[in-house]
């Protein structure tokens, strides 16, 4: 195990109907004029957007709307111009992972002169300042809601980038199960996608002695598999929905990826996907993902064949490593087939020529992965073998 | 899944040399004057009193010596009237949980006019307010360090309460595992039986459907289980140390128990054997905790069947649960016995008359426990079971 800090400041208010607890924890924050920031759609027609305005008596509300999946510098120029104009206390996100992160990076850029595309651009600053922000997730998927990680997008030159600091954890997020009921199968499954993949992308290291992490996030890989079956199922079941998003809160707030060497390689390259095709994050990371194991577990495979094993019930007895591995990824494949995503490029339809370009750009800093350092070259053969199914 | 609210600030510094960071932690916060407390005798002797020392230069510290296990209100008196005299900006507990129990109820103590053991007796106010608390944990075993509970005792009245509150969460807590190699076998097992206990009254509950929450706790069991074994063979070894200590911090920094009913009855039970004999509380607890399984689990033993099947590796095929979960109990008594721990009243010769004054005291406010509400009647019949081996 390696040395680690750990902090994480964010309030978790977690449960049925813990919207009405909005106006009580804005209030206790002395908040006299607040930036609302919401998606495109469903807020709005599913009442949420009333139940929060209505905790919002006698506080000045700006508005922010139609912040996109893979929030765009557009729509956070607009907020941070906002906030700027207005001076506001708090940025209340109310929304999924996008709305959230593209709130994350109003926050940081309205207390700052130059772009927050710069900063992110130049990859070392940790966010220090922002405008508080808390949030209300209504879609379960990338953690943001008890993290300091935001994923930022600009859309004419079809880049994607990362910002990190203390500043931008929420101060509280709340998290009403009831609220991802009506969320469609399809963007359920990619959220789910997105929470597995959070966990293993902190899982598979060369840190050696990390038993208790190996076994939390093993817990939460059988726990996402067991719910994102059974949600197909029953959309509306309470027990199901809490447990996937509290998975996915636990999955990325730190805590399980803590004194340990992490890999991100395959978000690196579905970022790639997102920023020239717009897909699902979810979506890139079915396809790539267990391409990236197969392609990486050669040298190492025991920890591939202990997943396999822990999760997927595979027999070690009497067999190879990497054979056990292997099955595992196979059935993972499965599982994320059964599911209903995609498992190749040509179900993103993705045009294979853009393949050198994505790796290219993948690796456009450097090689990529903590656990195994991915080129160029390595980045277009794991492309290559996303184009088979 | 139950409803609940989970924030918890602390800043843990986890690692090889860290008490090095101590300095620019304590310079960050402005520290001018500080209260240094420790337990008696190995913080001296082991060399990391003066390597503590040498990382306050420039602050003006006062310091309290002689904090005994199971803390009494004699040095907790003390610490306070330090406290009041000098309004120290912070106090820093150098010690195990006993030193950081007590220090937290000094910084409680500090900062009001009445007794703190008055709040204690009245058990209902939360801590608000208290001198900011910084520890360097040397003994992994309540979890004090990243949580907001204090345990203190009364040798007089052989009386022991608990303390809970935002204000006595640690601002930041040093975590060194290469300050554990030099602990004692007896206390090593005495620290680690309270670890498990600790995620078990967590674990066992009637709330329905947490399926991440039971897999965090089995696996944190099992790790706990596997290192417990290895430490008294090789007491030196950094990763074993170093995974016993995380264990320590997950096991009671709230994470692994929250939106459902905790127990807490057995902790209650040891309470009172401590206060009567000042037995060491993981001592206690390995007496009491498999007995109060024994008790509880016959009207519902599916949950303690699932905890043999998975903790301990008992086969459930074509079996009654009820017999599942007893070979589990054995097989948990086997390991306390194999690591050292007592497993009766007498190993803790402790009178069986006491039995009846010790029941009393526990239930002294009510029937204890969420998973079964125990009276005193029951708690008696749980002590005597206590007395077989």
């Given at each position: ?204 290291t ?55 060497e992490h890999d991100w390689a ?103 992965g903590g656990y195994c350092k ?16």
């Amino acid at each position: 195990m390696n040395n680690f800090v750990f902090q994480n400041p964010t309030k978790i208010i977690f449960g049925k109907g813990t919207v009405s607890q909005l106006f009580s924890e804005i209030n206790a924050r002395g908040v006299k004029r607040l930036l609302l920031t919401t998606g495109s759609g469903s807020v709005k027609t599913s009442g949420l957007y009333e139940k929060v305005c209505s905790q919002l008596t006698g506080i000045e509300v700006l508005e922010l709307s139609g912040i996109t999946p893979n929030p765009k510098m557009e729509s956070i120029d607009i907020g941070v111009n906002i906030c700027k104009k207005n001076k506001v206390d708090m940025i209340l996100a109310v929304g999924g992972g996008s709305v959230i992160d593209g709130s994350k990076a109003i926050a940081a850029g309205a207390v700052i002169d130059e772009n927050i595309w710069d900063i992110a651009e130049r990859r070392i600053e940790e966010i220090v300042k922002a405008v508080p922000l808390a949030c209300i997730l209504t879609l379960p998927a990338t953690g943001t809601e008890m993290n300091g990680n935001s994923v930022i997008s600009k859309w004419d030159t079809r880049e994607k980038l990362s910002l990190y600091g203390p500043a931008i954890y929420p101060v509280f997020s709340i998290l009403d199960p009831e609220l991802t009921f009506s969320i469609p199968k399809t963007h359920t499954t990619y959220g789910n996608i997105d929470i597995i993949i959070h966990a293993l992308e902190q899982y598979f290291t060369h840190t050696p002695a990390t038993p208790l992490l190996d076994r939390l996030t093993e817990g939460l890989v059988i726990t996402m598999v067991e719910n994102s079956i059974k949600v197909l199922d029953v959309p509306a079941d309470y027990d199901t929905r809490a447990n996937l998003m509290f998975c996915g809160t636990v999955a990325n707030n730190h805590w399980i990826g803590v004194g340990k060497e992490h890999d991100w390689a395959s978000h690196n390259i579905e970022h790639e996907l997102s920023a020239l095709y717009d897909v699902p994050h979810g979506a890139g990371l079915a396809v790539i993902y267990p391409n990236w194991m197969k392609y990486v577990m050669q040298k190492d495979p025991g920890k591939f064949a202990q997943f396999a094993e822990r999760v997927w019930s595979v027999s070690r007895s009497g067999r190879k490593d990497i054979d056990v591995a292997q099955e595992g990824v196979v059935k993972m494949r499965e599982f994320f087939k059964r599911i209903g995503a995609p498992v190749t490029l040509q179900d993103l339809e993705i045009d294979v020529n853009d393949i050198p370009h994505m790796a290219k750009q993948a690796t456009r800093f450097g090689p990529i992965g903590g656990y195994c350092k991915l080129n160029t070259t390595d980045v277009e053969r794991i492309l290559e073998m996303c184009n088979i199914s």
